[in-house]
């Protein structure tokens, strides 16, 4: 019983198939615990980031307050310096 020459390439073709899905069934399993690894890291993550949004709102509204306070104040200071200014043009236009 010889092999001819086809009969030999049939056979190293479905053996390099064989060798081809034992490759990807293990590239898939690695795949499949580092996908497992990421979404647990993701995960913590998240978790550390809602713990830390508490933080992030008392600096938005700490913000926001010394914000308006800025902004109340300077418009107190615009409102004297410009009554200053209107006596001041009241008086000249008096003399």
């Known amino acids: 019983m010889t092999l001819d020459f086809k009969e030999f390439l049939i056979i190293d073709l479905i053996l390099a198939?064989?060798?081809l899905v034992i490759i990807f069934i293990i590239i898939g399993i690695k795949l499949i615990k580092t996908i497992s690894k990421v979404d647990k890291t993701l995960e913590v993550i998240?978790?550390?980031l809602?713990?830390?949004d508490g933080?992030?709102?008392?600096?938005?509204k700490t913000g926001s307050f010394v914000d308006q306070i800025s902004d109340k104040v300077i418009l107190l200071i615009t409102n004297l310096i410009n009554k200053f200014i209107n006596k001041r043009k009241g008086n000249d236009l008096d003399e």
């Open 17 to 19: 198939l064989l060798v």
């Open 46 to 48: 998240d978790d550390k």
């Open 50 to 52: 809602t713990k830390t």
């Open 55 to 60: 933080v992030f709102n008392v600096f938005e």
